[in-house]
């Protein structure tokens, strides 16, 4: 029987970030101690790195993250192909000929979301329905309500993250959608951003005005 456990490990640091043994296993439903065999192994294969980080009291704490090989599990198997694609096109038709490309892509995606969103709905309602929009399109969202009463919508995972680091405009295009496709009544900021060596990209949802 295939064991799942390290994959349900990588899972867990890539959605939440740097976490102890005991937390890993808390989100696992696993015991410290089985949540630390898997990170060791998983240590030992390239895939996690740690940090002993000092407290004022008792011993330093092990803080355990995905590496860069660790990151590199997640992202789509045609990361490359993408990037290749973008720069051919920008050799044939130049910075134009992309551009026209991105904005077909741009109403695309916006036609399809508009129509599972559709035109009504509340902020957290309309918020629920992109974030899993995006989870569906492999960008392992979640969103939450702020304290404030405004929405955040965290993407762990960027599937087309390689793509993006050759043509800023993927990501420009990605920020107007969720505006576009929110509508009037609603801001959307984004606060965290992966390229920029944030850990993922996260978006702040509110009321207008």
């Not at 989100?27 to 790195?49: I, K, P, S, W, Y």
């Not at 011993?59 to 860069?68: A, Y």
């Not at 134009?96 to 035109?119: K, N, T, V, W």
């Amino acid at each position: 029987m295939a064991d799942f456990g390290p994959t349900r490990v990588l899972e867990v640091l890539k959605a939440e970030g740097a976490l102890t043994a005991s937390r890993v296993g808390q989100h696992l439903d696993m015991t410290a101690v089985g949540a630390r065999q898997h990170l060791n192994r998983l240590c030992a294969a390239g895939l996690v790195t740690f940090e002993d980080k000092r407290q004022a009291i008792g011993r330093p704490k092990r803080l355990w993250s995905l590496s860069e090989q660790g990151h590199a599990h997640f992202d789509d198997r045609h990361r490359d192909l993408a990037s290749e694609l973008l720069a051919a096109i920008i050799i044939a038709k130049g910075d134009d000929g992309l551009a026209d490309i991105l904005a077909a892509r741009e109403a695309q995606q916006l036609q399809r979301y508009r129509a599972a969103l559709g035109a009504t709905g509340s902020l957290a309602e309309r918020v629920r329905r992109l974030t899993d929009l995006r989870r569906i399109d492999g960008y392992m969202a979640e969103c939450r309500e702020d304290t404030d009463g405004a929405w955040l919508m965290t993407e762990n995972h960027c599937p087309i993250a390689q793509a993006a680091k050759a043509c800023s405009g993927l990501c420009g295009a990605e920020l107007k959608l969720f505006q576009e496709v929110m509508g009037k009544k609603f801001n959307v900021t984004r606060t965290q951003h992966m390229l920029g060596g944030d850990r993922c990209c996260a978006y702040r949802i509110e009321h207008s005005g």
